[in-house]
């Protein structure tokens, strides 16, 4: 109890040696301390509420039949779980990926939304688009050629809308379902739809101006359209989700959500 009163005692003392300190201190001293106080209690809120803005968001899309629910199980459970969905609407998970559960330490999960290609579900993707930190689009490399036009459709709707030119969402062609010989190779599939995409681009822009819904135009004027023309990055790679062969994806992934 005395120790008690002891301590009571020296903490008033020094207090009261604390303000005197401070009264005796010129005012603008007080004020320029104060101020930067306050600059750098700002700064460090500031930097927090970045660093949360930071998406975790994958968008995974591509015409119905690609694969995409096969990549989604592979890169949440490692297993293909065949069969068992059939539904229309989007899925959507947060966690971490399959191959980063055996890592040690604290890994930032991702959060994987498979939006399918149905026109119906579109208005979907403009939910997520805009906060995507990259986009994946799956092309079947099995069945390409009878689906090129339709999947290039979509690929160029993608590729100017506003919400991904502006913020450069980086977008990966992901040519599915390597693990068949008669697959085509990224190679042949991107030259192929950047001819499509060639093609679409001049008969949009023959288009009445009322008709037109895309809201910047591909490439450079007269020159042939090629991916390297966009403003985001436009890279390609392969993978067979049957088979879990995924890796070009994952590091997809994690070069853009870092864990
Ligand atoms: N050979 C092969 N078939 C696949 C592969 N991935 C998916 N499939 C098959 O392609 C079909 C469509 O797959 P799904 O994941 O439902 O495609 P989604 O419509 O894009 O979600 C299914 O019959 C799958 O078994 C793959 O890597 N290789
Ligand atoms: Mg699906």
Known sequence: MEDFEQWKEQIAHWWRLGLEYVRQLPPEQLYAAAAVLAFTTILLLLIRLFKRAKSNTIVLTGLSGGGK????YQLRDGSTHQGTVTSMEPNEGTF???SDTTKKGKIKPVQIVDVPGHSRLRPKLDEYLPKAAGIVFVVDALEF???????????YDILTK?????KKIPLLILCN???KVTAHSKDFIRRQMEKEID????????VSDADVTNEFTLGVAGEPFSFSQCYNEVTTAEASGINGEISQLEQFIR???KP
Do not use: I
């Open 69 to 72: 629910t096969v990549l989604f």
């Open 96 to 98: 971490v990926l399959h």
């Open 145 to 155: 050629l009878p689906n090129c036009r339709a999947a290039s459709e979509y690929l």
């Open 162 to 166: 506003g919400s991904v030119v502006k």
């Open 177 to 179: 379902k390597t693990d």
């Open 199 to 206: 093609k679409l681009r001049a008969s949009r822009s023959a």
């Open 255 to 257: 070069k853009y959500v």
